[in-house]
Antibody, heavy 120, light 107 residues
Framework: EVQLVESGGGLVQPGRSMKLSCAAS????????MAWVRQAPTKGLEWVAT????????YYRDSVKGRFTISRDNAKSTLYLQMNSLRSEDTATYYC?????????????WGQGTLVTVSS | DIQMTQSPSFLSASVGERVTLSCKAS??????LDWYQQKLGEAPKLLIY???NLHTGIPSRFSGSGSGTDYTLTISSLQPEDVATYFC?????????FGSGTKLEIK
């Protein structure tokens, strides 16, 4: 059974940093692209970043480019999102997803999400 | 960026009714269009990928169609468990963009 379990969320002050993790199991992690998708409270879904199966390619939405870094450790089957210079508009539930077929593939599996609240 | 416009924003329908949700892209997305269902308090779930491919385990009452800029999700016979918000996602080009969602309720 495919499982994606996010962790690392919580309350953080504006301008500070936070690192999210996503532990994957039930599939060969190193074969799949992975992505982060977020959802602000009561709002819609927003793609954040994608990483290729081997970590050689990364893609970001403009609003997080230069502040967020997506990375992976295939030996640990874990996906990360390092978030720096956090802003109030980054407040959201962050979902880890698996990209099927290719790194720009459909999001077949999702974690349960971890809530990040940016507030003083 | 490709803008995705979903309509209607809200839909109320009766059990057993045929329901159609629309998603329109601001440019041709070459059928790289997925549909996701999100129930209250839960993570989104993939229903359909690449316009018309049903994801594993999804009931056959869900179907998708479309091409170019116009795409449709159809529920052939609405069930009480289909109450949710439905989002479309284009994967034709970066940045990937979601529609704003259609909230579906039972009348």
């Amino acid at each position: 059974e495919v499982q994606l379990v996010e962790s690392g969320g919580g309350l953080v002050q504006p301008g500070r940093s936070m690192k999210l993790s996503c532990a994957a199991s039930g599939f060969t992690f190193s074969n799949y692209g992975m992505a982060w998708v977020r959802q602000a409270p009561t709002k819609g879904l927003e793609w954040v970043a994608t990483i290729s199966y081997d970590g050689s390619s990364t893609y970001y939405r403009d609003s997080v480019k230069g502040r967020f870094t997506i990375s992976r450790d295939n030996a640990k089957s874990t996906l990360y999102l390092q978030m720096n210079s956090l802003r109030s508009e980054d407040t959201a539930t962050y979902y880890c997803t698996r990209a099927d077929s290719s790194y720009i593939g459909w999001f077949a599996y999702w974690g349960q999400g971890t809530l990040v609240t940016v507030s003083s | 960026d490709i803008q995705m416009t979903q309509s209607p924003s809200f839909l109320s329908a009766s059990v057993g009714e045929r329901v159609t949700l629309s998603c329109k892209a601001s440019q041709n997305i070459n059928k790289y269009l997925d549909w996701y269902q999100q129930k209250l308090g839960e993570a989104p779930k993939l229903l359909i990928y690449n316009t018309n491919n049903l994801h594993t385990g999804i009931p056959s009452r869900f179907s998708g169609s479309g091409s170019g800029t116009d795409y449709t999700l159809t529920i052939s016979s609405l069930q009480p468990e289909d109450v949710a918000t439905y989002f479309c996602l284009q994967r034709n080009s970066w940045p990937l963009t979601f529609g704003s969602g259609t909230k579906l309720e039972i009348k």
